[in-house]
Nanobody
């Protein structure tokens, strides 16, 4: 089992910044990738960013490229999502997720179905 706890959400103005953290505990060595997803009211959950635990390769959805940065601290078993130039359309509940899947591809790492453990979510609200 892997436990994930997110923090860092909040209310910020258009153009502002936030940094989300996701602390992992338990059998973290079994994780192959960590991802961030978000879900806005009335919308489906969508992929935001992911990082391969071993290689450190990073993946982003197009709408956040150049604004968001995913990073990791292996010693702390923590993954971060630095969000800059936030827009009202970034408003959502953000979820951290861990995958134990082997053989993730550039495509499959973006799928929520590949992730086995999820955090409770943290609200991000961007006001205009």
């Amino acid at each position: 089992q892997v436990q994930l706890v997110e923090s860092g959400g909040g209310l910020v103005q258009d153009g502002g910044s936030l940094r989300l953290s996701c602390a992992a505990s338990g059998r973290t060595f079994s994780s192959s990738a960590m991802g961030w997803f978000r879900q806005a009211p009335g919308k489906e959950r969508e992929f935001v960013a992911a990082i391969s635990w071993r290689s450190g390769n990073k993946f982003y959805t197009d709408s956040v490229k150049g604004r968001f940065t995913i990073s990791r601290d292996n010693a702390k078993n923590t993954v971060y999502l630095q969000m800059n130039s936030l827009k009202p359309e970034d408003t959502a509940v953000y979820y951290c997720a861990a995958s134990i899947s082997r053989g993730l591809t550039v495509s499959s790492i973006r799928s929520g179905h590949e992730y086995n453990y999820w955090g409770q979510g943290t609200q991000v609200t961007v006001s205009s």
